[in-house]
Structures are given as C-alpha cells and as structure tokens.
C-alpha cells in the first residue's frame, strides 16, 4: 500500500517557441504565441474553486472513481496557491499537511502554458487543421526538453525532473488557444510509466478584460504499478484582492494572532473526552474532502471541578476523504477548533468511535486508499448510504 503523498507537480522554467514546419500564415504561430503570452502575464490576482474526481483502474479492470477534493486554488503574483474552502491561508502545493495522500497536479492556470508560450526551449511543428466541437483549429505538436520547461515528479521523497511533449489547438482568427495536452513516458523509468495533462481553455471576462482561462483538466499518471486518472474542473472565479496569509514551502509561520477582547482560549488538558453530535447532513453522493463539517458539544467539559467548556459548543472541522468501494464507502472527519461564545479552544483530537456506525481505531480494520493521517476520524457504510446524518454522535478523546 502506498503510504506517502503521490504528487504530480509542474513546476515549470519560461521557454520560447522556435518553429520547425509553419502554417499557411508564415506568421500565425508567432502571433499565437505572442497573444498567448500577453494573456498569462495580464492575468490578474485570482482565486476559484477547484473540484478533483480521483479515480483508479485496478489491473486488468475498469476505471473507478475513489473520491473527490474540494480546494480553494489562487494565482497570485503569478503562483499558484491553495487553501481548504473557507480558509484564507493559501500554501505552496508543495507545503505537508495540505493534501497529504493521492495523486494531486498544479501548473493548470500558468506554470504548463508559460512552459510552451514564453522563453526559448521547445521545437514546434506543424500538423494542419483540425474541426473541434464545430470550429476549425489549427494544430501544432511540439516538445520541450529537460533542461527548459521541466516537470518535476514527486513520488514519496522521491523526485525527478523530466521532459515532455506534446500538442496544442488555436483558433486562428481570435488567436486563443483551445485546448493544451502533454504526455511524458517512461517517468519512473519503468516501461510502461506515463504521465498525461490535458488542459480545455475558455474565454473568461474578469473585469473588463477577457481572458483565454483553464475550465477544466485530465491527469493521467501510470507509475509503480497505479493507474490514477484526476478530473479536474474549475468553479466560481473572481478576482483575488481580500487580505489573507500566504504560506511558502518550509516558511515557519507567524505567531498566533491575538484574539478579539473578550474572547478566552483553552487549552484543553490530554485525553480530555469530546462527545461531538453532527450538526448537518453529509450528503455522500456529493460530497468531498475539504468540505467543512460542524458538530456540537453534547456534555460539559470539565477540569479539577470547574466547567472548562459547556455544551453546546460547537466544533469545527472538514472532511478529509469520501472514498467509495464496491462493498463500503468511509468518511474521514477532522476538527481544528471549537468556538463557544466568549471563548474558543484549538483541537488536535484522536477518534474513538461513533455511535450507531461501525468504527476504525487502526488502519488494519479498514480498507483505505492510503493510511490514516494525524487526527483523523474515519467511518465506514453500506455502499447503498446515501447520507451520514445529523446527530450522529462521535467520540474523541485530546492528544498531548
């Protein structure tokens, strides 16, 4: 079983196209270029809600969806970023703890295109026209080298800096490109071991002005032995301009900032025990990890005599998987803080059970895509639930 983060991550240098075969228009693929080059550098601050269907085809069978994340992903000063819904603390991608298992990709709004439309690396030939989705295209095949546009695949601790190839479509009377694809065999070294990134543009207006933007993408990594397919699509775009803490690679982060006047923080003692009651229905047929999950304090919390916590306090928390297996689905829950009026508490919790459910305190009870993480709590159901409901009570007990 793997048990490290599988990352495919593009990180990729500028390069500068330099034609091998031209168009009719000896001209076209230089004004491609060149628009597609100003549309990257005028793209504004930004931030959207990505959506990743995880699926994996088991050897010999058929592609199967695993689960579904939920992020927040920004450019920013030309970086991209991401974040858990509702959170303003953007990270490197690069950055542990944000998603901690699976195969996840960056480079879809900037790093991939800059790679092919800006700098001096690839060779480029063109193949003719193409008809997609009623509009004639026209088509070019290029490839990078290592040295210029590279993609770095990480595996566990493991990572490795490869070329590529590839194709892209272009309208040629607006001069936007359609739809970008690049393929990288032999990334593990291993016969057979590939990597595939394809990327469909659309005209997006932010402001007043118009931009060819990313709508949605495929990853298709085969390596080690897994065949792992994200889809990838892209929701509620607009412009990036709030305040929020930006976080890159090891940076050590800021002090805690100082609460509001009058609001008290706990520390709540070790192996202190939170029965936490659901305060929502977790529709399974759509939902995903980084979805944020809320539970209430069902029994005070107290300590050498004294109330630390009444009830009712409410904990809060998101999803961290919705995997579903042909015989069980598992929900995996965690909860960062809990807020009560005049008071709040940090929470770094270990799971106990949860009523009315069948219930997992060792990885070796559960069948998972990859291993538990640090405080987490995971659930398992028939297939045929549509629902985790509120009220379900669960336990948890405070780590030192």
């Known amino acids: 079983m793997f048990r490290a983060a599988l990352f495919a991550v593009v990180l990729a240098e500028s390069v500068w196209p330099q034609a091998a075969n031209s168009p009719p228009d000896q001209g076209l693929l230089e004004k491609i270029r060149t628009h597609m080059a100003d549309n990257l550098r005028r793209q504004p601050n930004y931030t959207c809600l990505e959506t990743i269907e995880r699926s994996r085809r088991p050897v ?14 920004a450019l ?37 295109a800059r790679s092919v ?3 001096d690396g690839p060779e480029f030939s063109y193949v003719g026209q193409s008809t997609r989705g009623g509009r004639m295209l026209q088509r070019w095949d290029f490839r990078v080298s290592t040295e210029h546009g590279r ?33 990288a065999p032999d990334v593990t070294g291993e016969s057979g071991d590939s990597l595939v990134i394809a990327i469909d543009y659309v005209p997006t207006r932010f402001g007043q002005q118009e931009f060819s933007f990313p709508s949605d ?71 995903a990890a ?5 539970a209430e304090l069902t029994a005070d919390i107290k300590w050498q005599g004294k109330v630390l916590v009444s009830k009712g306090a409410i ?15 598992v929900v995996g829950l965690m909860f960062q803080d809990m807020e009560w009026p005049g008071g709040r508490a940090p929470l770094r919790l270990t799971f106990v059970r949860a009523r009315g459910l069948p219930s997992v305190r060792s990885e070796r009870n559960l069948v998972l895509s990859f291993g538990l993480v640090p405080a987490e709590g995971a659930v398992m159901m028939q297939p045929t639930r549509k629902r985790l409901n509120r009220g379900i009570l669960t336990s948890w007990r405070t780590e030192p």
Not at 97 to 111: I, M, P, R, S, W
Not at 152 to 165: M, N, P
Request: charged content about 30%; glycine content about 10%; overall charge negative.
């Open 315 to 329: 904990a809060r928390g998101r999803l961290t998987r919705v995997e579903h297996y042909t015989e069980r689905v």
């Open 290 to 294: 980084g979805d944020s999950v809320r």
């Open 76 to 112: 920013i000063d030309g970086k991209e970023m991401f974040a858990w819904p509702g959170s303003k603390e953007f990270q490197d991608p690069r950055t542990p703890g944000l998603v901690t298992f699976g195969t996840f990709g960056t480079g879809n709004f900037a790093e991939l």
């Open 117 to 119: 439309f800006s700098g």
């Open 151 to 183: 993609i770095r695949l990480k595996i566990y601790d493991q990572e490795t800096v490869i070329g590529f190839s590839g194709t892209f479509y272009a309208d040629p009377l607006t001069l936007d490109i359609i739809q970008l694809e690049m393929t």
């Open 217 to 287: 993408s495929d990853l298709h990594l085969i390596a080690l032995g897994r065949d792992d397919e994200n889809r990838v699509q892209f929701a509620s775009c607009r412009e990036f301009a709030a305040k929020s803490d930006l976080r890159f690679g090891d940076e050590v982060p800021d002090a805690p900032k100082a609460e509001p006047s009058g609001v008290r923080e706990v520390e709540l003692p070790a192996g202190t025990a939170l029965p936490l009651a659901l305060l929502d229905d977790i529709e399974l047929t759509n939902a």
């Open 60 to 73: 010999g069978g058929e592609l199967q969806m695993r689960d579904v994340l939920r992020l927040e992903v």
